[in-house]
């Protein structure tokens, strides 16, 4: 039966996997440091479309990851029982994942408590904290890896028709719901709780794999002025797609959009036909990618606020240029902090920490 996932095509040895797997991890710390700032630019302003464009350029990497890890399931669902593979995909991502957003939790209440102490109010009650435990787990870059594993356990459950059609057409319904929802809001519109909205993608990642000779033969023939072209048409989509759902939708720079996903794609074949990048080989990203993903955000949030509070500055009379420096000096601080961290962290008895 050809679609059944034990005739997965032979191992071979994918070291671009992680290439790009580093690159996806600096778009989302890229697109974190882009989006920081509750600056109330108006539409008429040069910055605000500044913003808007750097957070879009960096909207790529969560739909790259699940495709990336749809590339090498297959291999895994051979190798492993269901169980076995559950085990051990919860045993390396859940252990870390709760340290380092229980971390955040504390760091969010100890805020909450200081700004209670500061304006005499009572802001630090239960419902206020129990409130932002859900933010915590709903709405920031935690969401991530509870989708991530259900997403997952769906596809364990048929794991036996992981190459089929019928089930990639299913799991592309749920997608196309998600996406139209987003305009419509009949349940919760965030790409965050889109519980089943990302499951296509691993799929999707799945047949990449299985089909991959006549993938690597269709990248290399295209040209880089074709792929340039359609990241541009696909970027300009995206733009489009922002300022018509910008107050209309609580997620106007939802992961889902049709736009983002087709830009996503075009920037993941880009990618694979580029397929080196020197310097991401000094990131290790095998190493650091998930420790970078469950740490940044902290400092990004706590951290960054403490430090900005002591520079004198105004944002609103930034250029273009100084306000894109501006909001690079943020990514290239949190990224360095972070992959300093993540590195001490993994070459120490804590590395299980960082999922290592």
Excluded at 50 to 55: A, D, R, S
Excluded at 266 to 284: D, N
């Amino acid at each position: 039966m050809q679609n059944l996932v034990n005739e997965v095509p032979a191992k071979k040895n994918y070291d671009f996997i992680d290439t790009i797997r580093g690159i996806a991890m600096i778009s989302i710390v890229g697109e974190h440091c882009s989006a920081v700032g509750d600056y109330n630019f108006p539409v008429t302003a040069a910055n605000y479309w500044t913003q808007l464009c750097l957070m879009q350029f960096n909207k790529f990497g969560t739909v790259t990851f699940f495709l990336l890890a749809g590339f090498l399931i297959g291999e895994k669902f051979a190798d492993y029982t269901p169980s076995q593979y559950l085990k051990r995909r919860i045993s390396t991502t859940f252990g870390p994942w709760l340290f380092w957003s229980l971390v955040y939790c504390l760091a969010d209440i100890i805020t909450i408590a200081v700004q209670a102490r500061m304006y005499h109010d009572d802001r630090l009650n239960l419902a206020n904290i129990l409130n932002e435990i859900k933010i915590v787990y709903l709405y920031t870059n935690y969401w991530f890896i509870v989708n991530f594993l259900i997403s997952i356990s769906v596809l364990l459950i048929f794991r036996k028709h992981l190459y089929s059609l019928y089930l990639g057409a299913v799991l592309l319904a749920f997608y196309i719901f998600y996406a139209i929802n987003i305009y419509f809001e009949w349940i919760e519109p965030r790409h965050t709780s889109a519980v089943l909205g990302f499951v296509f993608f691993l799929w999707l990642g799945a047949q990449l794999r299985k089909h991959w000779h006549r993938v690597e033969s269709w990248v290399t023939k295209t040209s880089y002025p074709i792929l340039i072209f359609l990241l541009l048409l696909t970027f300009g989509a995206c733009i489009y797609e922002v300022t018509l759902l910008t107050g209309h939708s609580v997620d106007a720079f939802n992961t889902l959009r049709v736009s983002n996903i087709f830009f996503s794609l075009v920037f993941f074949a880009l990618l694979l036909k580029i397929k080196t990048f020197k310097f991401v080989e000094y990131l290790k990203p095998r190493q650091t990618t998930y420790g970078i993903y469950l740490i940044h955000y902290i400092l990004l949030v706590f951290l960054l606020p403490q430090i900005l509070i002591h520079i004198t500055y105004d944002v609103y009379k930034f250029s273009i240029l100084e306000f894109i420096l501006f909001k690079l000096a943020i990514f290239v601080f949190i990224y360095s902090i972070t992959l300093g961290m993540v590195l001490l962290i993994s070459n120490s008895r804590l590395k299980k920490l960082v999922g290592n």
